[in-house]
C-alpha cells in the first residue's frame, strides 16, 4: 500500500500564504490521480486540488489563489495555498489512486487554521 505524509499545515493570518506537501512512498508518476482534499469540522470532506490523468481540477472556492503542483524526482505533491481566508481552515488530506491494490490511500491529515 502507498503510504502518505503531509506537512505544511499550520496557524496563518487572514491574507497569509502556507505551502502543504504530501510525499509519497511510491512513484507518483505512475499514480491515477493524486490530490488534496480538506474537512472543516461538522462539514463532509471535500476536494481542493487534484491532478487526474492530464488534467487539474480545482474547487471553485479556491481558483486563483491555490496551485497544485509536483515533483516526480521526490515523488511529492504541492499545495501552495495563497490570500487564505478562515473559511479555508480544515484539516487537508492528501489522496492517490493507483492501478494495484488497494487502488486508494489517504495521508493523516494536517491541520491548517486561518485567524481573521
Known amino acids: 500500500q502507498v503510504q502518505l505524509v503531509e506537512s505544511g499545515g499550520g496557524l496563518v493570518q487572514a491574507g497569509g500564504s502556507l505551502r502543504l506537501s504530501c510525499a509519497a512512498s511510491?512513484?507518483?508518476?505512475?499514480?491515477?490521480?493524486t490530490g488534496w482534499y480538506r474537512q472543516a469540522p461538522g462539514k463532509q470532506r471535500e476536494l481542493v486540488a487534484t491532478?487526474?490523468?492530464?488534467?487539474?481540477v480545482y474547487t471553485d472556492s479556491v481558483k486563483g489563489r491555490c496551485t497544485i503542483s509536483r515533483d516526480n524526482t521526490k515523488n511529492t505533491v504541492y499545495l501552495q495555498m495563497n490570500s487564505l481566508k478562515p473559511e479555508d481552515t480544515a484539516v487537508y488530506y492528501c489522496?492517490?489512486?493507483?492501478?494495484?491494490?488497494?487502488?486508494?490511500?489517504w495521508g493523516q491529515g494536517t491541520q491548517v487554521t486561518v485567524s481573521s
Open positions: 489522496r492517490a489512486t493507483y492501478p494495484w491494490s488497494p487502488n486508494t490511500s
Open positions: 511510491g512513484p507518483i508518476f505512475k499514480f491515477q490521480s
Open positions: 491532478f487526474s490523468g492530464s488534467m487539474t
